[in-house]
């Protein structure tokens, strides 16, 4: 009798302890949509007229796009290059950016150059986006004063 009970025991264990492996799975899949969704606010809305604005400084490559992100943002904000490129790509083929090689023979580093159609969508992504970024502003400057003060 005592086996079965230890083998009651032991099957009910490894229940609770699957439920609890289910919970704490759901919520770690949860934070991560929810660090996912922050996240493509930058890289999918902000991040590619930031990218056109850094190129309208000056030509550049990809990588230090990146490091300029990071200096011009305290280091609060820096993309990794692995977002940088295939973004430059995309901006590559709608023709706002030209990437040219340094050494066309060699072709270890391409340089990207803002176009005159690339100038004309950053100035109307500008405008357009003005108003929300403003929004965007002080909305998050009520959560948080609600949250933190």
Request: proline residues 2%; without cysteine.
């Given at each position: 009798?005592?086996?079965?009970?230890?083998?009651?025991?032991?099957?009910?264990?490894?229940?609770?302890?699957?439920?609890?492996?289910?919970?704490?799975?759901?919520?770690?899949?949860?934070?991560?949509?929810?660090?996912?969704a922050?996240?493509?606010?930058?890289?999918?809305?902000?991040?590619?007229?930031?990218?056109?604005?850094?190129?309208?400084?000056?030509?550049?490559?990809?990588?230090?796009?990146?490091?300029?992100?990071?200096?011009?943002?305290?280091?609060?904000?820096?993309?990794?290059?692995?977002?940088?490129?295939?973004?430059?790509?995309?901006?590559?083929?709608?023709?706002?950016?030209?990437?040219?090689?340094?050494?066309?023979?060699?072709?270890?580093?391409?340089?990207?150059?803002?176009?005159?159609?690339?100038?004309?969508?950053?100035?109307?992504?500008?405008?357009?986006?003005?108003?929300k970024?403003?929004?965007?502003?002080?909305?998050?400057?009520?959560?948080?004063?609600?949250?933190?003060k």
């Amino acid at each position: 009798m005592s086996k079965e009970i230890d083998s009651f025991n032991l099957k009910a264990e490894e229940k609770r302890l699957y439920e609890e492996y289910k919970a704490k799975l759901a919520q770690i899949k949860k934070v991560e949509k929810e660090n996912e969704a922050v996240g493509q606010v930058f890289t999918k809305g902000l991040l590619p007229l930031y990218v056109l604005y850094i190129l309208s400084l000056g030509s550049t490559n990809g990588n230090d796009i990146s490091h300029k992100v990071g200096e011009r943002t305290n280091g609060l904000w820096i993309p990794s290059t692995g977002g940088i490129y295939p973004l430059l790509n995309k901006l590559e083929k709608e023709k706002l950016v030209e990437g040219k090689w340094d050494d066309s023979k060699k072709k270890i580093q391409k340089i990207y150059t803002l176009t005159e159609k690339g100038y004309k969508e950053l100035e109307e992504k500008k405008n357009l986006l003005r108003g929300k970024i403003e929004e965007a502003l002080e909305v998050f400057k009520i959560v948080y004063k609600d949250l933190y003060k």
